[in-house]
């Protein structure tokens, strides 16, 4: 067994994850990051796995990758079997993976394909995930009771937020708000811990399509502070969690949101 901490970290190949995982990493944790990338046609790429393993390697971490769907009960299995195999513990789960609808459309047109796709990666994924790391994580408290253990969801502004022209996604988000209270009820007699990460507008390959819409806003004052997120700021939230700074705050939402949250007059 590993002697230093474990985290599975999924979609970690870039953006948020990959900061996320890093952030980890100078935190000395070991690494087990999945992805799902394809290339502009379709074929699986590997290229930024690999090259977040590499960065967390030089920090002085190990770390594994694994290609997989998180929506597919095979991947997420292989997922925990690699962690199991590797490295023997998981002390965090951060449920990062996600998507946005392949084409934006108005909810009075959207299509069940879609929203079986976003619903699959955004909620279905991290739900059954989540348990399977969480009886994991309840069979090593029994065995190592001293040890420290969490799950991090990664939520969004969006879970309530109306936008018509991606209700998929923001249902999705919606659901993991409520995925992480039922876990964090569930799992508060074994002292684990479970939060909700809730990004604002994040500077990401995700909201590059739509940056100079958000540039605009932001000027205008969409959010007290008047500039974009970076995946740096996601990640120094869930570094705060790792050290265990907010053990005793299970089920909380923290806002990383440049004061979107707030109302204003």
């Known amino acids: ?11 970690a190949s870039r953006g948020i994850g990959r900061a996320i995982a890093i952030e980890l990493a100078t935190l000395d944790y070991d690494l087990v990051v999945s992805h799902f990338d394809f290339t502009a046609d379709g074929k699986p790429e590997e290229s930024f796995a690999k090259q977040t393993q590499k960065e967390i390697n030089n920090i002085g971490s190990e770390c594994e990758i694994l290609r997989g769907d998180v929506s597919k009960a095979e991947d997420r299995g292989r997922l925990v079997d690699l962690a199991q195999s590797t490295f023997g513990r ?29 619903i699959g990666i955004n909620l279905k994924g991290p739900y059954f995930l989540s348990q399977l790391v969480a009886n994991w994580m309840v069979e090593q408290k029994k065995q190592y009771p001293n040890r420290t253990f969490r799950i991090v969801n990664t939520g969004s502004i969006s879970a309530y937020t109306s936008s018509p022209g991606r209700g998929e996604y923001c249902i999705s988000k919606a659901g993991i708000s409520m995925m992480t209270k039922l876990y964090a009820d569930r799992l508060a007699e074994y002292n684990i811990g479970v939060f909700e990460i809730s990004p604002g507008i994040i500077a990401t390959d995700m909201t590059s399509p739509v940056k100079a819409k958000y540039d605009k806003l932001i000027a205008e004052g969409l959010t007290p502070i008047k500039r974009w997120g970076q995946p740096e700021d996601v990640a120094k939230a869930v ?3 790792a050290e265990g700074r907010l053990d005793f705050s299970t089920g909380q939402v923290i806002n990383v949101d440049g004061g979107f949250h707030l109302r204003r007059l």
Do not use: H, K, W, Y
């Open 1 to 11: 067994m590993a002697e230093q901490a474990v985290a599975i970290v999924t979609g």
């Open 239 to 241: 570094g705060a969690i």
């Open 90 to 118: 998981c002390d965090m789960l951060v449920n990062n993976a996600g998507v946005a609808p392949l084409q934006r459309l108005d909810i009075l047109e959207a299509t069940e394909e879609s929203f079986d796709r976003v």
